[in-house]
Each structure stands twice: as C-alpha cells, then as structure tokens.
T-cell receptor
Framework: GENVEQHPSTLSVQEGDSAVIKCTYS??????FPWYKQELGKGPQLIIDIRSNVGEKKDQRIAVTLNKTAKHFSLHITETQPEDSAVYFCAAGYQKVTFGIGTKLQVIP | KAGVTQTPRYLIKTRGQQVTLSCSPISGHRSVSWYQQTPGQGLQFLFEYFSETQRNKGNFPGRFSGRQFSNSRSEMNVSTLELGDSALYLC?????????????FGEGSRLTVL
C-alpha cells in the first residue's frame, strides 16, 4: 500500500517568514495529493490539493508543488500569520488517501 | 449546510468493553470514511463506506467494524477495547468517494480507554 512520509514534524517560523513542509510517497499510481489543516479541537480541513497532471498550484499565500518523478510534493506558505499555526497533513492516493504523520506549525508573532 | 456531526464527542471506557461511535455526513454525501488519530501515528484509515457497502478497509484488527445506513449515516464499533485504542476517531464524508476530492471531517469522538 501507499506510504507517505512527512517532514518536519514541528516547525517554528517568525511571522512574515515562509514555511515549507515536504512529503514523499511510495506508490507511483497515486494521482491525488491533498493538504489538510487541523486547528486545535477541530477536524482537518482541506486547504489545497493537486492532481498528478499538474506540477504546481497556488491559492493566495499557499502553494503546492509536485514532482512525480521523485515522488515528492511540498506545501509552501508565504507571509505566515499567527492564524496559520496548526497541524498540517499531506496525503496521497488514488482509491483512498494515505495521510502523513503531520507537521505542527507555530508562527511566532 | 450542516457539517459532519459526530457523537459522542467524548467518552471513557474500560478495557474489555465495547463502544459505538456515530457519524452523520453532510446531506447528499454518500461516502463516509473513518480515521483513527493518535499523536505518534497521525491519521490512520480505518474503512470507507459508500452507499451502504464497505469500499475500502485499512489495516486494523477485526475488533474494528462499521456500517452505513440507507440515509448515509454511519457507525463504527470497537469491541474488546484495549488501552491502545485510546484516540480521536474522525469521520469524513464526501460526495463521491475518499479518492475523488475533498474530505469533510467532523470534529471527532475522543475515546479514552482506562
């Protein structure tokens, strides 16, 4: 089955700086790569997703890149704000998605 | 539009007991997936139901089971509880399936096994 590795497990950045979270996947058949944000006491919420026919996707301050050859995909958050503090999960799959272990992002004001 | 509703939100059980968790998906969503979330393991897939049929299953023992009703509401059951079953159990619904797009998560049911 699919195996998704996510790094780093924790990340602290100063407000206004950029944050990057990286994931690798094992199954070359995976064609769907979503990213979820989980705030304290809430369920994860989709923030951006990308499919295997696209190399990059951007939505305001967040962007995702996908390298199918290397089986890598990354989340980039620019101009971070305190409200970006949360746990972020990457996922990959085709019949079902497998989640990474999560990255706890802390944005320091 | 109401979101995904999970009940109960919190519960405490003792080893050996069994528990049933409930999930009401967003109206019109036919797929319901269940995940176990623990600090060290992240989000682990339990199973997915679509139109009352189990479509995918994760690598959990047979003590974990589920079902889906004709109104798309779903329940999961854990029998013979173990300490390691303590976790946040998340339910997610989607219109077409877990692989076709966005999963809409509930806030979870936090189970503590003593």
């Amino acid at each position: 089955g699919e195996n998704v590795e996510q790094h780093p497990s924790t990340l602290s950045v100063q407000e206004g700086d950029s944050a990057v979270i990286k994931c690798t996947y094992s199954d070359s058949a995976s064609n769907y790569f979503p990213w979820y944000k989980q705030e304290l006491g809430k369920g994860p919420q989709l923030i951006i997703d990308i499919r295997s026919n696209v190399g990059e996707k951007k939505d305001q301050r967040i962007a995702v890149t996908l390298n199918k050859t290397a089986k890598h995909f990354s989340l980039h958050i620019t101009e971070t704000q305190p409200e970006d503090s949360a746990v972020y999960f990457c996922a990959a799959g085709y019949q079902k998605v497998t989640f990474g272990i999560g990255t706890k992002l802390q944005v320091i004001p | 539009k109401a979101g995904v509703t999970q009940t109960p939100r919190y519960l405490i059980k003792t080893r050996g007991q069994q528990v049933t968790l409930s999930c009401s998906p967003i109206s019109g969503h036919r797929s319901v997936s269940w995940y176990q979330q623990t600090p060290g393991q992240g989000l682990q897939f339990l199973f997915e139901y679509f139109s009352e049929t189990q479509r995918n299953k994760g690598n959990f023992p047979g003590r974990f089971s589920g079902r889906q009703f004709s109104n798309s509401r779903s329940e999961m059951n854990v029998s013979t509880l173990e300490l390691g079953d303590s976790a946040l159990y998340l339910c997610a619904s989607s219109p077409g399936g877990a692989n076709t797009g966005e999963l809409f998560f509930g806030e979870g049911s936090r189970l503590t096994v003593l």
